[in-house]
């Protein structure tokens, strides 16, 4: 039985390490709009996989996270330029 791969795009965000498993948590409550990775752990980088077409819903997301809970995040749109390469 072969699984159809879906395209996704890879955004990347910072936060505190301490808020890592409440935001994957959180984001990955939205049954299908992204999954969320710890590409690394030491400087709190996590990678959302967001499924083509979800974009605007993981904004709304993202949004709501950002005006209603207390987790500082931030996108990282340099992260892989930093690190020099992507997981």
Same mark, same amino acid.
């Given at each position: 039985? =072969?699984? &159809? !791969?879906?395209? /996704? =795009?890879?955004?990347?965000? =910072?936060?505190? &390490?301490?808020?890592?498993?409440?935001? +994957?948590?959180?984001?990955?409550?939205?049954?299908?709009?992204?999954?969320?990775?710890?590409?690394?752990?030491?400087? &709190? @980088?996590? !990678?959302? /996989?967001?499924?083509?077409?979800?974009?605007?819903?993981?904004?709304? @997301?993202?949004?709501? !996270? &950002? +005006?209603?809970?207390?987790?500082?995040?931030?996108?990282?749109?340099?992260?892989?330029?930093?690190?020099?390469?992507?997981?």
């Amino acid at each position: 039985m =072969r699984t &159809a !791969m879906i395209a /996704c =795009r890879k955004r990347y965000f =910072r936060l505190p &390490a301490r808020h890592i498993a409440h935001f +994957q948590f959180l984001v990955e409550g939205y049954d299908g709009i992204a999954t969320v990775t710890t590409v690394d752990s030491k400087a &709190a @980088v996590l !990678m959302l /996989c967001i499924p083509d077409g979800l974009e605007r819903e993981v904004d709304r @997301v993202l949004d709501a !996270m &950002a +005006q209603e809970i207390l987790i500082p995040f931030r996108e990282d749109t340099d992260w892989k330029e930093e690190s020099g390469v992507e997981p």
